[in-house]
């Protein structure tokens, strides 16, 4: 059965740079890995979305290795605004799987 | 461009019940997905539908159900509501559906969901 694995919480001083890791084993050949993030009573933002090596934006980097089983998340110089759940998010194909799977979510906490 | 529109923003019922949840994605948008998230399962995918056709399903019983419209608006209903229903019900549109984008690189945006609770 499909599965995403986040860390369930991390903390962060402001101004660091913040690496998020999720773990995906059964991801599919043509598979993307999707980043949001998430404020409490509203819906998920999409940040980022990669399929392979590294893929930047103005707000996150990407890190997806050559076996593609893991990815990760990089905010750079977090700030308090940033304080949120992320989730990683990975299609999954193949019989008896739901086609999309989200991790737990990764509380991220920045402290001033 | 406007956002994904999900209403209402609060809804609150009593067991047994059914209720119907409206989305409206964002202009051009031909897939509509539905998700419940709740904190103890999380984001949890309902289904998916492309031109008004549902192409693909999550692990829900059959109380759950939707249908997209020609104009790719899309609502979710949820018949003989139980107390474990209660969660926040979030609605997400991209420009392909789930067996193109997951290769294509088309993300889902989602609205802010309509919360709702069973009495």
């Known amino acids: 059965l499909a599965k995403t694995t986040q860390p369930i919480s991390m903390d962060s001083y402001e101004g660091q740079e913040v690496n998020i890791t999720c773990s995906h084993n059964n991801i599919a050949t043509n598979d993307y890995i999707t980043w949001y993030q998430q404020f409490p009573s509203q819906g998920p933002r999409f940040i980022i979305q990669?399929?392979?090596t590294k893929v930047t934006n103005e707000v996150a980097s990407l890190f997806i290795p050559a076996d593609r089983k893991s990815s990760t998340l990089s905010l750079p110089r977090v700030s308090l605004s940033d304080t949120a759940v992320y989730y990683c998010l990975v299609g999954y194909r193949g019989s008896g799987n739901t086609p999309l799977v989200f991790g737990k979510g990764t509380r991220l906490s920045v402290i001033a | 461009k406007a956002g994904v529109t999900q209403t209402p923003r609060y809804l609150i019922k009593t067991r047994g019940q059914q209720v119907t949840l409206s989305c409206s994605p964002i202009s051009g948008h031909r897939s509509v997905s539905w998700y419940q998230q709740t904190p103890g399962q999380g984001l949890q995918f309902l289904f998916e539908y492309f031109s008004e056709t549902q192409r693909n399903k999550g692990n829900f019983p059959g109380r759950f159900s939707g249908r997209q419209f020609s104009n790719s608006r899309s609502e979710m209903n949820v018949s003989t509501l139980e107390l474990g229903d209660s969660a926040l019900y979030l609605c997400a549109s991209s420009a392909r559906t789930w067996a193109t984008w997951g290769a294509g690189g088309q993300p889902q945006h989602f609205g802010d969901g309509t919360r709702l609770s069973i009495l």
């Open positions: 990669g399929y392979k």
